[in-house]
């Protein structure tokens, strides 16, 4: 096969979408990155699409996913090769996503304006959403999370992220259309990016969420232990003094204190009771409301990542989306060799599969969350619909000093602006926040620093059309621009622009 020209600028591209992301955020690099994919795109066959698309995906999954390198490395003790290894294997299996979208994009419609509006921007959403749930999923580096400095985050709320990704993917569309453009039509390209954001713009004045209650005070708790220390066996009873410790200076002021996740890294039915009697309580002998990152194991052959939410009444919300080879190793009767060498604590947790209703802390509903969750916006509606607000409790040790905990960040600010809800983040390491309805940061830590986050946190109520409807709105947008486009090729066979 004859590499088909531009190989290296595509590949270049594909890195070059990383620092959109956070901590950059640098968001016009979401128009211009896969402008240059889909301007190569709408020129060569479906083979050559697909061979394009998957080096985009080699620049930015290999760029952008780098982190996973540290993760099974460092803190897996995989061997530097095997870890090297793993994490191109993962790169390659990431960057078929974008490959299988050049080459259907390039099979449904003639090369030219067609592929350019409507296949090309359309398949390489509906990819992001494939992605988002094969093999349990990864949704990571969905071009929808660069726009939370954008007016485009205005759209949040009605369509989601992957309605997001897809007015980036169009613009990337439309802007791969220039070059080749008359002055008319350059006049008519940039009318219509205009009306995007403008649209964009306007859609942000739309109210629908409201406050529901008063302000309440929360604190959360961000201890920086080391996980070579966390999962030591005698660590428990030192690592609870500490978390008491940094506590008590807040706990007269706070409704709600959060520690992370694991935070008792062990059984909570072996440790809650002493955990309890010693969490700071006010001057006058009342307690805030605690929400504890714990292990719960409730017989002898399962255990779930848990939070314990401490009010009036004892509550256990268990972590239901596992992370694969970090909590659970799929198809085990193939890969369980390589349990020799990820040296992960707790690395074959449960998954709770029933239905879980929000605790009550700080006297309102709670979305809670754990840790990669967050990154399944669909999965967190069903609780923010229940919910006044929602905490997500992580342990981004795992990541070191990575691109990750700022991704994670960029996700949960995304999160926020669906759902209409504040977002508490509780992180061992950081990044410790708190983020408001509209997405944007109110309040936060830096990485790595032993310190507690205190802010007011407004509950709120009324529903969105993302958590009323998840989806559903940006899959029928997506099929219908699909539909139109492919229509119009069958018309106009072989026309090009």
Not at 143 to 171: D, K, R
Not at 469 to 489: D, E, F, H, K, R
């Amino acid at each position: 096969m004859t590499f088909p020209k531009g190989s290296v600028a595509v590949l270049l591209a594909g890195a070059l979408l990383v620092p959109a992301f956070a901590p950059l955020e640098w968001f016009p690099l979401a128009f211009l990155a896969p402008a240059i994919l889909f301007f190569r795109w709408s020129k060569v066959t479906p083979v050559e699409a697909a061979w394009l698309g998957f080096l985009f995906g080699l620049g930015l999954f290999g760029a952008g996913a780098s982190w996973v390198y540290v993760s099974v490395h460092e803190f897996g003790y995989m061997p530097a090769p095997m870890a090297a290894f793993f994490v191109f294997l993962f790169v390659c299996y990431l960057s078929l996503f974008p490959a299988m979208a050049g080459w259907l994009q390039a099979r449904l419609a003639p090369a030219g304006v067609i592929r350019l509006l409507f296949t090309a921007p359309v398949l390489w959403v509906l990819f992001e959403w494939l992605r988002g749930w094969l093999m349990t999923g990864f949704p990571w580096l969905h071009l929808g999370y660069t726009q939370t400095g954008s007016p485009l985050m205005h759209l949040a709320p009605v369509f989601g992220v992957y309605g997001m990704s897809f007015f980036v993917a169009l613009i990337a569309g439309l802007l791969a259309l220039l070059p080749r453009s008359t002055p008319v039509n350059k006049l008519l390209t940039a009318t219509v990016i205009t009306a995007i954001f403008m649209g964009s713009w306007f859609a942000g004045r739309l109210e629908f969420v409201q406050p529901d209650g008063k302000l309440f005070r929360v604190a959360l708790v961000q201890a920086n232990i080391p996980l070579k220390e966390k999962w030591q066996p005698d660590a428990v009873t030192h690592i609870t003094r500490l978390y008491q410790e940094m506590s008590s200076p807040v706990a007269e002021q706070s409704d709600l204190i959060v520690w992370p996740e694991g935070a008792i890294p062990d059984s909570w039915q072996r440790h809650g009771e002493l955990v309890e009697r010693g969490l700071p309580r006010r001057a006058d002998g009342s307690r805030p409301d605690y929400l504890l990152g714990s292990i719960d194991m409730p017989d002898d052959v399962r255990y779930f990542n848990a939070a314990i939410g401490l009010s009036d009444k004892t509550t256990i919300y268990r972590k239901q989306h596992l992370v694969p080879f970090g909590e659970f190793l799929p198809f085990a009767g193939i890969l369980g060799w390589l349990i020799d060498y990820l040296h992960i604590p707790m690395s074959d947790f449960s998954g709770w599969q029933e239905a879980q209703a929000p605790p009550v802390l700080a006297g309102h509903r709670a979305g809670v969350s754990i840790c990669y969750e967050d990154a399944f916006g669909e999965e967190l509606i069903a609780a923010a619909a229940d919910s006044a607000f929602l905490v997500n409790l992580s342990e981004d040790a795992w990541f070191g000093d990575s691109l990750a905990p700022h991704q994670r960040l960029q996700m949960a600010r995304v999160r926020a602006r669906e759902t209409g809800r504040s977002f508490l983040r509780a992180a061992n390491t950081g990044v410790t926040a708190v983020i408001a309805p509209t997405g944007e940061v109110s309040a936060r830590l830096e990485p790595f620093q032993r310190s507690v986050l205190t802010a007011s946190v407004m509950p709120m109520s009324g529903l969105t059309p993302y958590v009323r409807y998840g989806n559903i709105p940006s899959l029928v947008l997506l099929g219908v621009w699909l539909l139109v486009g492919v229509m119009s090729g069958r018309v106009r066979p072989g026309r090009e622009n």
